[in-house]
Nanobody
Framework: QVQLVESGGGLVQAGDSLRLSCTTSGRTLSAHVITWFRQAPGKEREFVAGISWPGASIYYADSVKGRFTISRDNAKNTVSLQMNSLKPEDTAAYYC???????????????????WGQGTQVTVSS
């Protein structure tokens, strides 16, 4: 069982930056693809960024490409999402998710992930 905990959300103004972290207690994240999703009120959960293990492959949603950076520190079992130039449309609850994958394929569908954190709220005011 992988237990994920997100942190780093908050209320910021448009153009500001935030850094989200996803960590696990106990079990290692090795051989797990880690992906950030987000869900705004009334909308479906959507893919934001994903990273394979140990970090060779990274994918971003078009909406965040060039503004967000995903990275992982395998020694600390932590995956981070650096969010720059935040926009009001980035407002959502952000979740990290993990899936074990022998091929390290980064899946974009929430149903492809086995483990989820509780989420952290990001609110960007205009």
């Amino acid at each position: 069982q992988v237990q994920l905990v997100e942190s780093g959300g908050g209320l910021v103004q448009a153009g500001d930056s935030l850094r989200l972290s996803c960590t696990t207690s106990g079990r290692t994240l090795s051989a797990h693809v880690i992906t950030w999703f987000r869900q705004a009120p009334g909308k479906e959960r959507e893919f934001v960024a994903g990273i394979s293990w140990p970090g060779a492959s990274i994918y971003y949603a078009d909406s965040v490409k060039g503004r967000f950076t995903i990275s992982r520190d395998n020694a600390k079992n932590t995956v981070s999402l650096q969010m720059n130039s935040l926009k009001p449309e980035d407002t959502a609850a952000y979740y990290c998710a993990a899936r074990f994958s022998a091929t390290q394929q980064i899946a974009a569908r929430p149903n492809d992930y086995d483990y989820w954190g509780q989420g952290t709220q990001v609110t960007v005011s205009s």
